[in-house]
């Protein structure tokens, strides 16, 4: 915190968060306080609130509002359901680059901004806007092109564009996460890590749920963005194939797996099987009960 103090003047002495670049508003000892006070309140604060913290007259307050919303450091007030004035800080960096946009782009651009990650789609901003399709198509074609805004298809309507703000990331939930890749289902990395908890069970009595979290995320086929939810999602898979079991008994916050056995009975029968005269016969298909080839009068099962 930077402490400015000024002699017995109680606006002055304050506490500022960062540092107000700007000269008319550094230079200008009532607006600060006033950058402070909204700064201070994620909620925002009220015209009431802010008159008795000020204790100036009305046109002082007044226009020291005016010269933060010219400015960029408080948004636009909105109106509380009591019927009083919120002020909340703005972003004065912001401001200033979108000081370029016109009033079509400002309120497009808004509503884009209004909607956070899950985004909004073009019709829906021409609702929200009241300007007409072509305008709409046009102003986002700008924005896009001028680094402000970009679009992703969600996985559940590929045909679906949605809208969000450059700095933004759409949820998981939209986008599948790191299981599709360009909204198609990525099979070779599911099979990859499928396959990589089958290697790290097999060299191991067991292992319980964290230490496959870690394996997984340390794995170079799962990237930086694998959570702990996308490693349970291939535990869950390798529990309905019946590869690995849970060991009964043990924590549920952290349970523990071992591969089970089926892999070995299964490789068994198919063992016993081949053995038989069955197992290699060159007219199997053709062999029925009571037909012309049958297992009543097959040669092969007096040598067996």
């Known amino acids: ?79 509380s359901k009591s019927g009083s004035l919120i002020y909340k800080y703005g972003n004065p960096e912001e401001f200033a680059l979108l000081r370029g946009l016109d009033a079509n782009e400002r309120l497009v651009r808004q509503a884009i901004a ?76 599911i099979e990859a890590l499928y396959n990589k908890t089958l290697e790290f069970l097999k060299g191991q009595a067991s292992a319980n749920k964290k230490e496959i979290v870690m394996m997984l995320r340390s794995a170079s086929v799962a990237g930086g963005n694998f959570k702990d939810d996308d490693a349970g999602r291939i535990i869950s898979l390798l529990l309905f194939d019946d590869k690995i079991e849970e060991i009964p008994g043990i924590t549920q916050t952290n349970p523990i797996y071992r591969l089970t056995k089926w892999d070995e009975v299964v490789q068994a029968n198919r063992v016993g099987v081949t053995m038989t005269p069955c197992g290699h016969c060159p007219v199997f298909d053709e062999c029925s009960p009571n037909g012309i080839i049958s297992p009543q009068n097959c040669i092969y099962f007096a040598d067996w």
């Open 1 to 79: 915190y930077q402490r400015r103090v000024h002699g017995d003047n109680p606006l002055c002495d304050m506490e500022t968060e960062d540092q107000v670049d700007d000269p008319k508003i550094a230079s200008n000892e009532l607006a600060l306080r006033v950058v402070t006070l909204v700064r201070a309140s994620k909620e925002g604060i009220s015209d009431e609130e802010l008159t008795r913290r000020l204790s100036v007259t009305d046109e002082q307050k007044l226009a020291v509002l005016n010269l933060l919303l010219e400015n960029g450091y408080l948004r636009k007030p909105t109106v």
């Open 114 to 189: 209004d909607a956070g990650n899950i985004g909004i789609t073009s019709g829906e901003v021409r609702v929200k806007s009241g300007l007409s399709s072509q305008v709409i198509t046009k102003v986002i074609k700008q924005l896009e092109k001028g680094g402000f805004i970009k679009s992703y298809k969600p996985v559940t309507a590929k045909n679906k564009k949605m809208w969000i703000l450059m700095d933004f990331e759409p949820p998981d939930e939209q986008t599948g996460g790191i299981w599709y890749d360009n909204n198609e289902l990525n099979t070779d990395l």
